[in-house]
Structure formats: structure tokens, C-alpha cells
């Protein structure tokens, strides 16, 4: 099949539908089962030991006290542990040498018959450490700021258009503020957590990941065998939020126990405050933005400076200013990420990286030129809403931000809205609103394939080794196969989360049902033009997602508009937020039940950020000290009130045959702009450094 009819629009019928999760019954009766909670015959556990200096050496491990315990197993170190093949990735290169790159880092482990054991024996452990001077501390005048080769996702690491200073110098109007996003951390309701079995040359992973053969990609270098030799099984997946898009230390850990017992199940599971060192996390972030405008509003020069952090071990460079290369057009612009590599945790994916702290800054940064220039913030963005991708020139395959900002306006009112900020009170309380754009891109990852079968039962197999990290993939695929096959959704039986099925790419960059869904319905209709529409049993197709020439011609993103109210407390400096809504436009919506629980989940992690998320570093010691719920605060149901999403009625036929762009991280985009607009609006007074805490609003 060529790549057009491969790629030709789908009819639709089951997508479209609010299909409830076909998952959930089994996940609310317990059925479904996490990577913990396989049944699985004497399982062993084991605990890691965690460096308690940031930066040195181990000298010595005494663990005579820890052998002697009853349960214990073994005991992996350094000393002992399997030679891992490939030291590429120091992140996942543990117990390979004594040199410690972080407080936190995995130094060795123990395992034992119980949980309990295991974790009793590794505080017996006596270690002894050469310390070095370490450097935890990400600030904007350190000497040693470094240009990585390109940012994640391959970006260039600078972009430059134009004279962008003179133009500033010559702009009638301009802004030139910095802003910072702290390090926050994913923290799914999973704790990251595998199983893993070692049998005859091979591994049986449970895994709580994005990508299960990806995750298996990783590993098999790691220990010198074939990918095909780990089989990673992972049907349900308690949330990633990112965090699960990469492997991470505890997944190398579980492999080099289970081979200190071969043929024994054993359970690795990080707490809670461990997640804080080794699950990744949003690294921090120095923005300087400067704006140049006529006095129409019109952007003459853009200039968007990040500074973040990475770790000396590993480098992870944040495409923070990359959103702002396809938001909005002027003749000058520049776009540049330096680093600092530190004694840290390494940092990670974290919902739309990239794009959720590089647009608070932007956004807020539009805020204060609408101000500026005396025009409504709605106006100003949609006057600075360009024909073309102003990065590449390239058509975009389907951009409306300006209908996303138009529809939000209307309903949410913003025509009511009163310029100038702290106009209006009740009871104490402060009101404002604000608004901010929001963007993601499109992506699609090649390499997907599925393959179908009809069976006995007169119902068709379909089988892609996906993954649902409670996105609501089974259910989407699910739509997608039974319109791909033109048969209702009852006649389809998906199969998901084994590499036992057919290669598929990892849950990241919102690309899942784009990769995997084209891959189904270039399935479907191999499977059609094979056997027609009265297939026998054991009928079978299989198909890779088909390239899509116009990924190289169009530009392709989603784009949305964000609106809140927030009433700050005087007295107390105490945020609200009665009322959010979201408007996107993202391609067609596949099922509005589950898309629509993303768009809120999205923006509800937004008001997350705005308002509580922050991980506390304390330099002195390199340690991540805000390390559980008590002090990592996250939004409750209690600070939820009426959050609303909706999206522009669209398909985009470019993107794929689904019409479908992605969905899962756009909602928090913007959003935390939208709440900094609000309060700026509420009080006069503008928080550049997030999260907007009452202190910051006080005095
Ligand atoms: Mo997403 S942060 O690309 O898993």
C-alpha cells in the first residue's frame, strides 16, 4: 500500500464516541494488575542502598551485620555486582564503579525474603565515602554555563533571526523580565516499580512504563543480549506523566538482583521519597525574556534566554525555548539554552517538556507587553498570529489559535473583563482573570506495527505492543481497529503491553495513538485487501505505521487557549481558582470521554504548578529535601473547583487517518500563565517565579 492510501482519511463511527474505558471495570474491582501485583510464586525483594554524600567515592561497604540477618540473600555492591556491557548511559550504569554523581544515587542493594528484610539489612550496611566538594546550586551568574549540541528532540540549541538587540533597542515598546520554574517532580500514583526474572539467558520484566519495547531496547545493551531476549509485560500502567518514558535506575537494579538469583521473582519498588532522586524530574529553570512591539502591538523583536540545570552524569537539556520559535512571528527573534551540569538528581521528562515552563514564561511575558502596548492580551496574541511557521516557513498542517482565544473569550466572558488589575473585591478576596496560548507539537514516532487476526469467535484480534498509562489507549485503539475494520467495537479484542506482541514505540511527546493508531489502520486495511469483508478464521494482516509525506512539508501543532479566574485572598494572600477553561484545537477528538479527562487532568497539574508544585534542593547538601507529600504539595480535589475543557470541531486529514494531532500534554500548557495573568489582574502585583505562593503576594 503507498504512503496517501495508507494515510486516507478514516470513516468514522466508533471514533468520535465517549466509549467508557474498557479497562475500568477491572481496575475498579481490583482486577487489573500493576507491575507489583502479579501473581507470581516466591518473589523475592530488593532494596537499594543510596548515597548519602554528592559527589565522592565509596571506600567500603561493611555488610557483615547485613549477611548475618536471617532472609537475606545477597548482598550486590560494587564489588560483586554483574559487569554491565555498556556505560553510555550513567544514569543507568549502577554499581559499576565507587564514584557517586548525586546524593540519592543507587551504591547497592540487598535481597531478601521480605520487603521488610531487605530494607532492615541495607540499614546495616556500613559505608564508608570519600567526599568531594560538590556543586548542587543552578544560578544564572555561574561561570561554567555551557551550550549543549541540541536540546531534546533534536532541536537546534540556538536560533537566531535577525539583529535581535538593535531591534529591541529600537522597539517603541518593551519588556525585558526574567522568569523561573522550580524542579518539580512527576510523582504518578504508581510508584515506578519492576519485576524482574532471570531464567537460562533470559529476562520476564513486570513494568510499570511508557514503552515496553523501548524499555527492553534499553536494557538488552546494557547486559550484552539480543532485545528479544527480555520479554516486558505491562498491561496497566499507574501513571508517567514522563517519569516511565525512559528507564531509569530501578529497572537496571532489578535486572543485576534477579540475576544474583536465577529463576526467583524479584520486586523492586521506589518509595515515595526515593522517586524524588531517581524518577527524573522537570529541572529548573532561569528565563530572560525580551519583547519588542510597535505600538500596535505588532512583535518586532523576541529574544527568549534559558538557563536550567542538568546532571554532571548524565546530560538533559530542556527544549524550554523551542515553543517559542512557532508561537508568534517578528522580523528579529533569538532563542538560546545554556546549561549547568551539577552534583543533582538526573533530571527528565515531565508533561510537555519544554513547553510547560518555556510557555509560562513567554505567555506571562505577553501579559506584561499587552500592558505595555494598553491592548487586551486576547488581541495581542491574535495580532501576532503568523500565516506560516515562523521557524521553518513551512504551511501548518492546521493552526487556530485565534479560534481556540476567540471561543474561550466568549464563553468564559473575558468581553465583562475590566483592564485594569485589582478592580474588583468581594468579601477579601481579590478577582482577576487571565488568559494564555497554549502549544503542542505533533508527533508521530516511526517504527509501530500491528497485526490482526480473526478468530474462531468471529471477533477480530488485534494485537500492538502498546501501552496505556491511564490515557485511555485501550479503549482509543480499541475505536480506532473497529472503524479501521468497519465492524462495531464489540468485534474487536485488543491486545496491549507485552513485547510479546508486535513492536511498538514508546507513550511519549503525545505521539501513542498517532504511532499506534496509523500502524492499526494500515493493518486494517491490509487485512481488508487480503481477505474482504467475509474473512475465515485465522485470517491475518500485519502493518508498520506508514510514513506520512506531509510530516516534512507542514508544520504540525496543536495550539489552545487558556482562561482562569482566581480570587487571592488580602489578608492572607491565598489563591483561588473558581473557574478554568480550556479550548483546543488538536485535530478530531477520538473519544471525548477520555480526551476530555486528559484536557482537565492537563490543566489541573497547570494549577499544580502554578500555585503549589515545588521541589526544594538544598544545595548545601544536594539533597532534594521537599521528598514526600507532605512537603511536595500537589493539587487535591479540595483545590479543584469548576475546570472545564473543550476543543474547536476539527480534523486534521494531514496529520494522520485518524485526523487526530494527540492530546495527552497540551492541557497543562499555558495553563499556569493563564492563573499568573489572573492574579497579576486580581492584585497588581506580577509573580515571575513560580509557584505563586501567598508570601509572594504579600506586602
Ligand atoms: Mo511525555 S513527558 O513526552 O511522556
Redesign the pocket.
Known amino acids: 500500500m503507498n504512503a496517501d492510501a495508507a494515510n486516507a482519511p478514516l470513516r468514522t463511527r466508533a471514533i468520535g464516541q465517549p466509549l467508557a474505558r474498557i479497562e475500568g471495570h477491572a481496575k475498579v474491582t481490583g482486577a487489573a494488575r500493576y507491575a507489583w501485583e502479579h501473581d507470581l510464586s516466591d518473589p523475592l525483594y530488593a532494596y537499594p542502598l543510596q548515597a548519602t554524600i554528592a559527589r565522592g567515592r565509596v571506600v567500603s561497604i561493611d555488610a557483615e551485620a547485613a549477611r548475618a540477618l536471617e532472609g537475606v540473600l545477597a548482598i550486590i555492591t560494587p564489588d560483586n555486582a554483574p559487569k554491565l556491557q555498556s556505560d553510555e548511559n550513567k544514569e543507568l550504569w549502577i554499581l559499576q564503579s565507587d564514584g557517586i554523581g548525586f546524593r540519592g544515587q543507587f551504591i547497592g542493594a540487598v535481597v531478601a525474603a521480605s520487603l521488610e528484610v531487605a530494607r532492615h539489612a541495607v540499614d546495616l550496611l556500613r559505608v564508608q565515602y570519600e567526599e568531594e566538594f560538590h556543586d548542587a546550586d543552578l544560578r544564572a551568574d555561574r561561570n561554567d554555563l555551557y551550550a549543549p549540541e541540541c536540546v531534546n528532540a533534536g532541536y537546534p540549541t540556538d536560533s537566531v533571526e535577525g539583529d535581535v538587540d538593535a531591534a529591541l533597542q529600537a522597539a517603541e515598546v518593551s519588556i525585558d523580565h526574567t522568569y523561573t520554574t522550580p524542579m518539580e517532580h512527576n510523582n504518578p500514583m504508581e510508584t515506578h516499580t519492576t519485576v524482574a526474572i532471570w531464567n537460562d539467558g533470559h529476562f520476564t520484566l513486570y513494568g510499570s512504563t511508557?514503552g515496553a519495547h523501548s524499555l527492553r531496547k534499553t536494557l538488552a545493551p546494557l547486559f550484552g543480549i539480543d532485545a528479544d531476549a527480555i520479554r516486558v509485560i505491562a498491561p496497566h500502567v499507574g501513571g508517567?506523566?514522563?517519569s516511565?518514558?525512559t528507564a531509569h535506575a530501578h529497572d537496571v537494579l532489578a535486572c543485576l538482583a534477579a540475576q544474583a538469583v536465577p529463576g526467583r521473582p524479584v520486586k523492586v519498588t521506589l518509595t515515595r521519597q526515593q522517586m524524588f532522586q531517581l524518577a527524573g524530574y522537570r529541572t529548573p529553570t532561569i528565563q530572560r525574556i525580551r519583547l519588542g512591539a510597535d505600538r500596535e502591538g505588532r512583535l518586532t523583536a523576541i529574544a527568549h534566554d534559558v538557563i536550567e540545570q542538568t546532571s554532571r552524569i548524565k546530560e538533559f537539556a530542556e527544549q524550554t525555548a523551542v515553543p517559542t520559535r512557532i508561537m508568534y512571528a517578528a522580523p528579529s527573534r533569538r532563542t538560546t539554552h545554556r546549561l549547568a551540569a551539577l552534583d543533582v538528581p538526573v533530571p527528565s521528562?515531565?508533561?510537555?517538556?519544554g513547553e510547560t515552563p518555556g510557555m509560562f514564561a513567554l505567555e506571562t511575558a505577553m501579559d506584561e507587553l499587552a500592558i505595555a502596548c494598553g491592548l487586551d492580551p486576547v488581541e495581542l496574541r491574535v495580532r501576532n498570529d503568523p500565516a506560516t511557521d515562523p521557524e521553518s516557513g513551512k504551511p501548518w498542517s492546521h493552526r487556530d489559535l485565534v479560534g481556540c482565544l476567540r471561543e474561550g473569550a466568549r464563553r468564559f466572558g473575558w468581553d465583562r473583563r475590566d483592564r485594569a488589575p485589582r478592580t474588583r473585591e468581594r468579601h477579601g478576596w481579590l478577582i482577576g482573570t487571565g488568559v494564555a496560548a497554549a502549544t503542542y507539537p505533533r508527533y508521530r514516532m516511526p517504527g509501530s506495527v500491528a497485526a490482526i487476526r480473526y478468530g474462531r469467535d468471529g471477533r477480530y484480534a488485534v494485537r500492538i505492543g502498546a501501552v496505556d498509562i491511564g490515557t485511555g489507549t485501550w479503549t482509543a485503539l480499541t475505536q480506532i481497529a473497529a472503524d479501521a475494520l468497519e465492524c462495531p467495537v464489540e468485534s474487536i479484542v485488543l491486545a496491549i503491553g507485552d513485547t510479546d506482541l508486535p513492536n511498538a514505540t514508546v507513550?511519549?511527546?503525545?505521539s501513542g495513538v498517532s504511532s499506534w493508531g496509523t500502524a492499526i489502520v494500515a493493518a486494517a486495511r491490509a487485512f481488508r485487501d487480503h481477505h474482504g469483508r467475509d474473512p475465515k478464521v485465522g485470517a491475518e494482516a500485519s502493518a508498520a505505521s506508514p510514513d506520512n509525506p506531509d510530516e516534512e512539508r507542514l508544520a504540525m501543532h496543536s495550539f489552545g487557549a487558556q482562561f482562569a479566574e482566581v480570587m487571592v485572598n488580602a489578608a492572607t494572600g491565598e489563591v483561588r481558582v473558581p473557574r478554568m477553561l480550556g479550548v483546543f484545537s488538536v485535530g478530531r477528538i477520538l473519544n471525548p470521554r477520555t480526551a476530555r479527562s486528559q484536557f482537565i487532568g492537563g490543566m489541573t497539574m497547570g494549577l499544580s504548578m502554578a500555585l503549589l508544585e515545588h521541589s526544594v534542593m538544598d544545595a548545601r547538601f544536594g539533597e532534594v529535601v521537599t521528598h514526600d507529600f507532605a512537603e511536595y504539595h500537589v493539587a487535591a480535589h479540595a483545590d479543584i473547583e469548576d475546570v472545564d475543557a473543550i476543543w474547536l470541531d476539527e480534523s486534521d486529514p494531514h496529520s494522520n487517518a485518524m485526523g487526530s494531532r494527540g492530546i495527552?500534554?497540551i492541557g497543562i500548557v499555558g495553563a499556569a500563565a493563564a492563573i499568573g495573568n489572573a492574579v497579576w489582574h486580581a492584585t497588581g502585583i506580577r509573580v515571575r517565579d513560580l509557584p505563586i505562593t501567598p508570601d509572594k503576594l504579600l506586602g
Open positions: 511508557q508517567g506523566f514522563g516511565k518514558g521528562w515531565m508533561r510537555a517538556p507513550e511519549g511527546g503525545s495527552g500534554e
